[in-house]
């Protein structure tokens, strides 16, 4: 647990409470003020307490800066946690060390439970990552240096995500809402684009369409479940668009650069290919994508949706 400042506060005291180690702390004067006894009555029973039941792990010092005259000055101060709190509480028999008792443990489950949280996202983010570099590692032969150098950039960008829960804002990273309202496309100008890909050299068999596949994944990003869309969001359809028509080979040939292109065309036809000016996936990072679209299982799917969305954030 990182050192913050929670504030407790009651109908009688205000204090900014530290937090640290798994616990909360408190100094001789805060003590003091929490259970409205001299700083040489609380100061007494601390040294009891040490010597009957406690050890010197419930003391600590912690730099805080003081007001003296003019200056703030940062001077190291004692500190004392909850268990050498709560014994004092016992012995002043204190009303408001009951209450911050309950308040402690409470804020300290709560912590407890998101810290659990937090480290199971970062494990499932570096789990992730992992399998992302399984899956490039296995189209190692076939991919150049330079894609690999491009694919390594992708999942490091896609890693990033993890700098996001040292955040205490981002601490449940999950998958973007993303804008509802969407233009819808069709089949027919989707296959007046594709049809535009073809160059004068290219094989016979490019753009030639697997039993109606490509007809069907657009019917698939639509579709609705009790009177829900399945991807409600446009995100959603872009990455789920993109990862069905490379990994179901909608295509006899070309079926990665047909998919980067219809691709493309749904975002900016439902406005979300630029933000600020730049595109929100470029060209590099897009070929990266579907090379390791290509590359994955399909149990991987679930990974290939995150790292696109990743992208579309």
């Known amino acids: ?16 409470v530290n937090m640290k180690d798994d616990t909360v702390w408190l100094s001789l004067d805060q003590m003091s003020e929490l259970f409205a006894r001299d700083k040489s009555v609380i100061s007494r029973h601390i040294k009891n307490a040490l010597k009957e039941e406690l050890d010197n792990s419930t003391v600590a010092k912690f730099a805080t800066v003081q007001n003296e005259g003019t200056r703030n000055v940062t001077r190291d101060i004692e500190f004392y946690n909850l268990d050498m709190i709560i014994s004092i509480g016992y012995r002043v028999k204190s009303q408001n060390g009951i209450i911050f008792r309950k308040w402690a443990n409470k804020i300290l489950k709560d912590y407890m439970l998101k810290g659990y949280a937090i480290n199971q996202k970062r494990l499932d983010y570096l789990e992730k990552t992992v399998k992302l570099l399984d899956i490039a590692n296995r189209g190692s032969e ?11 950039t992708v999942i490091n960008e ?3 995500a993890l700098d996001l829960l040292d955040d205490y804002d981002h601490r449940t990273i999950k998958k ?49 479940f009790g009177g829900n869309d399945v991807y409600p969001s446009i995100e959603e ?8 028509t490379v990994k179901n080979h909608a295509f006899i040939d070309g079926n990665k650069r047909i998919a980067a292109t219809i691709f493309i065309y749904f975002m900016q036809v439902n406005g979300i290919l630029y933000k600020d000016g730049n595109m929100v996936i470029d060209n590099n990072a897009l070929a990266s994508i579907t090379l390791l679209i290509a590359e994955s299982n ?14 579309l954030k």
């Open 237 to 244: 359809k872009a990455a789920n668009l993109l990862y069905l």
């Open 158 to 160: 896609y890693s990033k």
């Open 298 to 311: 399909p149990k991987e799917k679930e990974i290939m949706i995150d790292l696109i969305m990743n992208f």
């Open 176 to 224: 973007i809402k993303g804008q509802k309202s969407e233009k819808i496309i069709t089949y027919e100008e989707c296959l007046g684009i594709i049809n535009k890909l073809r160059f004068n050299n290219e094989s016979k068999l490019f753009a030639l369409e697997r039993d109606n596949n490509f007809a069907s994944i657009i019917n698939d990003i639509y579709q609705s």
């Open 142 to 152: 076939r991919i150049t240096g330079d894609e690999a150098k491009e694919i390594l």
């Open 1 to 16: 647990m990182k050192n913050e400042i929670i504030l407790f506060e009651n109908q009688s005291v205000k204090l900014e």
